[in-house]
């Protein structure tokens, strides 16, 4: 059976997008930090039996009787808007149960999510419209809603996908993606926080050395509190280095068993997978590759990583290719300005 709903859990600079593509690809519509790939074209009305169980948690069984009942065009009218309004309050619901921060300023009525923040975490899910991945950063343990974990330990519903990357690539994507030259990173708070940090520093040594020594950029705090989804048993852990197909860096074979892996854990049939998109070409985006940040990484930068992320460092093949570069006074590479750690607190290397 297809599961309906999905989480995925891909810190930031993990090539998300490339698993967005297949998860889209196979019927979900992505949601949470995906959200902005969701295509405005085609019926995105709901689905047969989906209005009224979602409009009596919301509005009791009388007030969705007499929206439903309603044929005047005004009806019509207050039927979406009511329903619109539960599905707002709904997915605040939804995301807050999955331990993600909202805003406190909302358009959507007090009076909904407090009906609806009663609601038990198995219709909850049953509530959800459509097919829907919702992809987030983080998924913390000391955050998320203890009966949501404990539902999900129980039934294993929804699917669990944990989608990582070596650090060093993440590091890479994350300060190219937060320096484009469009200013356009998104709407995360810290993602906006940092690209005004990272536009204040002159070279790509310096970015990466605060990357390596503030705790707070992003994805770093996001991995270390994530590790438990790397050794639970019934998480699915993808790697963007087996997505990723031969043209950037990984295998055919590989990229195989990793949608062979995404096809099982969705309760897609093998036949599926034809209409899934082909790997990426040499022409996708270069951060997409894997081994990105051999371009970029100094041996300084190689000991603050092994001082700092020891743990999070996890050994993945690479394909042939240099290696971080020795340290030579005649290289012409920048060695990180001992001021950037010394200023946040950390000792330079």
Same mark, same amino acid.
């Given at each position: 059976?297809?599961? &309906?709903?999905?989480? !995925?859990?891909?810190?930031?600079? *993990?090539? +998300?997008?490339? /698993? $967005? %593509?297949?998860?889209? =690809?196979?019927?979900?519509?992505?949601?949470?930090?995906?959200?902005?790939?969701?295509?405005?074209?085609?019926?995105?009305?709901?689905?047969?039996?989906?209005?009224?169980?979602?409009?009596?948690?919301?509005?009791?069984?009388?007030?969705?009787?007499?929206?439903?009942?309603?044929?005047?065009?005004?009806?019509?009218?207050?039927?979406?808007?009511?329903?619109?309004?539960?599905?707002?309050?709904?997915?605040?619901?939804?995301?807050?149960?999955?331990?993600? &921060?909202?805003?406190? !300023?909302?358009?959507?009525?007090? *009076?909904? +999510?407090?009906? /609806? $923040? %009663?609601?038990?975490? =198995?219709?909850?899910?049953?509530?959800?419209?459509?097919?829907?991945?919702?992809?987030?950063?983080?998924?913390?343990?000391?955050?998320?809603?203890?009966?949501?974990?404990?539902?999900?330990?129980?039934?294993?519903?929804?699917?669990?996908?944990?989608?990582?990357?070596?650090?060093?690539?993440?590091?890479?994507?994350?300060?190219?993606?937060?320096?484009?030259?469009?200013?356009?990173?998104?709407?995360?708070?810290?993602?906006?926080?940092?690209?005004?940090?990272?536009?204040?520093?002159?070279?790509?040594?310096?970015?990466?050395?605060?990357?390596?020594?503030?705790?707070?950029?992003?994805?770093?705090?996001?991995?270390?509190?994530?590790?438990?989804?790397?050794?639970?048993?019934?998480?699915?852990?993808?790697?963007?280095?087996?997505?990723?197909?031969?043209?950037?860096?990984?295998?055919?074979?590989?990229?195989?068993?990793?949608?062979?892996?995404?096809?099982?854990?969705?309760?897609?049939?093998?036949?599926?997978?034809?209409?899934?998109?082909?790997?990426?070409?040499?022409?996708?985006?270069?951060?997409?590759?894997?081994?990105?940040?051999?371009?970029?990484?100094?041996?300084?930068?190689?000991?603050?990583?092994?001082?700092?992320?020891?743990?999070?460092?996890?050994?993945?093949?690479?394909?042939?290719?240099?290696?971080?570069?020795?340290?030579?006074?005649?290289?012409?590479?920048?060695?990180?300005?001992?001021?950037?750690?010394?200023?946040?607190?950390?000792?330079?290397?």
């Amino acid at each position: 059976m297809v599961a &309906p709903q999905l989480i !995925a859990v891909s810190p930031p600079g *993990s090539g +998300t997008p490339l /698993l $967005a %593509r297949i998860t889209t =690809a196979l019927g979900y519509i992505p949601q949470g930090t995906m959200s902005a790939l969701a295509d405005d074209g085609g019926d995105r009305g709901p689905g047969p039996g989906e209005v009224y169980p979602l409009l009596a948690a919301a509005h009791g069984s009388d007030g969705a009787a007499g929206l439903l009942h309603d044929r005047r065009h005004e009806g019509m009218e207050r039927l979406q808007e009511a329903y619109e309004a539960a599905v707002g309050a709904l997915w605040r619901v939804w995301w807050q149960r999955l331990g993600q &921060p909202v805003t406190a !300023a909302s358009p959507v009525r007090p *009076s909904l +999510t407090e009906r /609806l $923040a %009663r609601t038990p975490d =198995a219709e909850l899910l049953r509530l959800l419209p459509g097919h829907g991945c919702w992809y987030l950063t983080g998924l913390r343990l000391d955050t998320l809603d203890g009966g949501l974990l404990r539902h999900w330990a129980e039934t294993g519903r929804p699917p669990l996908i944990y989608h990582h990357r070596d650090i060093r690539d993440r590091i890479i994507t994350t300060i190219e993606h937060l320096s484009r030259p469009d200013g356009q990173v998104g709407t995360l708070p810290d993602h906006l926080v940092y690209r005004d940090i990272l536009a204040t520093l002159p070279t790509m040594d310096a970015k990466i050395t605060l990357a390596l020594t503030d705790p707070d950029f992003p994805g770093i705090q996001e991995a270390r509190r994530c590790q438990w989804l790397a050794r639970h048993p019934a998480v699915r852990v993808i790697r963007h280095e087996d997505l990723v197909g031969p043209a950037l860096g990984g295998t055919a074979e590989a990229r195989e068993q990793a949608v062979t892996t995404l096809l099982a854990v969705t309760g897609h049939s093998t036949s599926d997978r034809v209409a899934l998109p082909p790997p990426p070409d040499s022409g996708t985006a270069a951060t997409l590759a894997v081994g990105v940040w051999r371009t970029h990484f100094t041996p300084a930068h190689q000991r603050l990583l092994d001082r700092y992320h020891s743990d999070l460092a996890c050994p993945l093949p690479l394909p042939p290719g240099p290696a971080v570069p020795a340290e030579s006074p005649s290289s012409g590479r920048e060695a990180p300005a001992p001021y950037e750690p010394a200023r946040l607190g950390v000792p330079a290397p």
